[in-house]
């Protein structure tokens, strides 16, 4: 049964990805690298090594592919911030993932939500890119 929940719920995710706005899909991102790294933080409670690294490698990818949509030239300062805040997540999720440090997790978790209420705050009129002209 645990395994069609698994499989139905990415499934879902995935369709929900298809048809989402880049917007939405940025916040599923943010949500599932969240999510990942809750259940990476549980896995290092049960000592289960693989679990962990698999989890925290996923996120990690999350967190890579947000950083290569970065459009420097129309986001300037605020992608150069952000690409810097992603490379500190993933320097902080290497050491985390090396060390057991269920701190440096929540530490990137927690900017993690940050980010994402941010995101999740902007106005749904602003949902959509603008080309440039």
């Known amino acids: 049964m645990r395994g ?5 719920n990415k499934v879902n995710i995935s369709s929900q990805a298809a048809e989402a706005s ?3 899909v940025v916040q599923l ?5 969240i999510d990942k790294l809750l259940q990476a933080k549980l896995a290092m409670e049960q000592n289960e090594v693989a679990k962990k690294g698999e ?7 999350i967190i890579v592919h947000l950083q290569a949509a970065l459009d420097f030239e129309q986001g ?14 993933v320097r902080r999720l290497v050491a985390a993932n090396q060390t ?5 997790l929540l530490e990137v978790v927690d900017l993690l939500r940050t980010l994402k209420s941010g995101w999740d705050a ?12």
């Not at 989890?55 to 990818?61: A, K």
């Not at 902007?122 to 002209?133: D, S, T």
């Open 100 to 104: 057991n440090d269920a701190d440096a």
């Open 29 to 33: 991102l943010l949500g599932g690298s």
């Open 122 to 133: 902007i106005p749904a009129e602003h949902h959509q890119l603008k080309k440039p002209a």
């Open 55 to 61: 989890l925290i490698g996923r996120s990690m990818e």
């Open 22 to 24: 880049p917007h939405k």
């Open 76 to 89: 300037d300062e605020i992608a150069r911030n952000l690409s810097d805040m992603y490379d500190y997540m």
């Open 4 to 8: 069609s929940l698994k499989a139905y």
